[in-house]
């Protein structure tokens, strides 16, 4: 199946520091893909969406200039976490769709790994 | 009210037993539903879609029920590596394509 990358698997940093979380997706385009924040025991909760070539769109309540999203290309998103403090810890994870599938098929989202964010 | 909910469990299910667990949502105009399954500290994986008609892949049965608003995943033959985290996910509307709303999970633990 189609396959997602992210980078770095785990990070932590001091308290003011801003950190880069790579997405990619290994074998497929994705013109759309999600970020994703879970915190322990609970549900994911969609962040933003990135489109490739155009602004990303945030959801209620999720500061755009704190985190930052580039999609500049089919297979690459970005997510940085600016000036991150301890409450920005968490576990951050992507998706992408493959643009190539089906109409209905084209919902399915290919998750990467996620990456651990540590903020002390 | 969340817009999806599940009750957490855990379920401890003795292994070759059969268990089944609900979700509810709240958006009657839901249009698409999947149960994800994650594993500790790792990413959600699609286990299946759900389907009107309600669908069955090997020993997992996927039922929804707009009606009520729920939708149920049933496993027959529990195996050990059943035990994980089940993911009740609805798309947030019929106009947001794609965007995905997830429970928080339901938690399989199948036991020897």
């Known amino acids: 199946g189609a396959v997602v990358s992210q980078h770095p698997s785990r990070v932590i940093c001091k308290s003011g520091t801003s950190v880069k979380i790579e997405c990619r997706s290994l074998?497929?385009?994705?013109?759309?893909m999600f970020w994703y924040r879970q915190f322990p025991k609970k549900s994911l909760m969609l962040m933003a969406t990135s489109n490739e070539g155009s602004k990303a769109t945030y959801e209620q309540g999720v500061e755009k200039d704190k985190f930052l999203i580039n999609h500049a290309s089919l297979t690459l998103s970005t997510l940085t976490v600016t000036s991150a403090h301890p409450e920005d810890s968490s576990f951050y994870i992507c998706?992408?769709?493959?643009?190539?599938?089906?109409?209905?098929?084209?919902?399915?989202?290919?998750f990467g790994p996620g990456t651990r964010l540590l903020v002390l | 009210r969340k817009e999806v909910e599940q009750d957490p469990g855990p379920f401890n299910v003795p292994e070759g037993a059969t268990v089944a667990f609900n979700c509810t949502y709240s958006?009657?105009?839901?249009?698409?539903f999947f149960w994800y399954r994650q594993d500790c500290r790792k990413e959600p994986k699609l286990l299946m879609s759900v389907y009107s008609s309600g669908n069955e892949d090997g020993r997992f049965t996927a039922q929804l029920n707009r009606a009520s608003q729920y939708i149920s995943l049933l496993i027959r033959d529990s195996k050990l590596s059943d035990s994980a985290t089940y993911l009740c996910?609805?798309?947030?509307?019929?106009?947001?394509?794609?965007?995905?709303?997830f429970g928080a999970g339901t938690q399989v633990v199948v036991t020897p």
């Open positions: 998706s992408a769709r493959d643009r190539s599938l089906l109409a209905g098929d084209q919902e399915t989202q290919y």
């Open positions: 996910v609805v798309n947030k509307a019929a106009d947001s394509w794609g965007k995905l709303q």
């Open positions: 074998d497929f385009q994705a013109t759309t």
């Open positions: 958006n009657s105009a839901s249009q698409s």
